[in-house]
Structures are given as structure tokens and as C-alpha cells.
């Protein structure tokens, strides 16, 4: 079925060092694919999206480029900050679309 | 635009008691979604509604119920709470069906059942 492999965290980095958080997935076909963040005692919100191989989302800094010969997506980021400290979920639509399959969520710590 | 909003914020319970928690959006979407989120295991899917007028089980359906009382609102219903349900619980929304649009979250409800 199904799946999303996310990075163990948590992922501990000083202020400005680069960030890299690994996705991967399992799915029928080629969904799209989308990082959501989570700041602490809030909702999750859309970070970016691709809705194709080879396409890359982008904002606030983050990019991820959607590749479906290693099937992942993964996270990054080429100085973070301390206002990045949050979880980051990966996620895609299930087969038939009824619902969003979300990794386990890798939290993000940055210190000044 | 509120977005999609919850209540209650925060809700203590002791085991046997009931309680619902709303969940209302304010963008016209049709399909709403509600989770729960533990430490390590990410959101899992509760139930859903496509549309309005319909409602279908998702990864962990027992112990709850929902309504999708109209359009906007969509509430989650324990009948007997158990320790097992602590938990932090999300609402979602989406415009419609289809795999390239975004789930839209609300702030979350943090239950503890004692």
C-alpha cells in the first residue's frame, strides 16, 4: 500500500548550517507529493508541493524535488533558522485520493 | 477568513465520559477530514467526508463517531472516552476530491482522558 519513510528525529543544527530531511515513498503510480511543517502547539500547514517527476517545490527557503527513480523527496533548506525549529511532515495522496498519507514526522531543532 | 476552526482547545475527560468536538471551515470546501496525532506515529486518519451527505471509516474509526452536519461543520463524537484516546485531535478540510490539492488544518484539540 501506500507509504511514507521519513528520517528519525530529532534533527539538531546550529543557526545558518544546511538542512537535508529524507523522504521517501512507496505509492501506485506518480502522485503528487507535499512537505508540511508543524510550529510548535500549532496546525500543520502546506510548505511546498510538486504534482510531478522532476518537478521542485519551493518557499520560505525550503526546496524539494520530487524523484521518482529513488522514489523521494526529500527536504532542504541552505540556512536555517531558529524560527525553522517545527516538524516537518512528509505526505501523498493515497490510491484514489481519499485521504493523505503522512510519514512519521521529523522534528527540527535549531539553535542560535 | 477563519479558516478552519476548533473547539474546544484543550478538554480533560475521565474514562466513560462522552464529548464532541466541532470542527467548522469558512472556504466552501466539500471534503473534511478529521486525525489524531500521537508521538511517533504521525496523523492517522480517523474519518472522512468527500462531500457533504457522506462520511467513510479511515485508518482507526473505533471508538468515534462523526457528523457532517452541513457543508462547513464537522464534528467528532466519543461516546466513552478510554485512556487509549489521549490524544491531540485535528481537523482538516480539502476544496474536492483530487490528488493535487492541499488538506487545509485547524489548530487542534489536546484531550486527555484520565
Redesign the interface.
Known sequence: GDSVTQMEGPVTLSEEAFLTINCTYTATGYPSLFWYVQYPGEGLQLLLKATKADDKGSNKGFEATYRKETTSFHLEKGSVQVSDSAVYFCALPNTGFQKLVFGTGTRLLVSP | NAG?TQTPKFQVLKTGQSMTLQCAQDMNHNSM?WYRQDP????R?IY?S?SEGTT?K?EVPNGYNVSRLNKREFSLRLESAAPSQTSVY?C?SKAF????N???????TRLTVL
Open positions: 478552519v477530514y511517533g506515529m504521525g496523523l486518519l472522512y468527500a467513510d479511515g485535528f482538516a476530491s483530487g490528488e493535487h492541499e488538506q487545509f488544518f485547524g489548530p487542534g
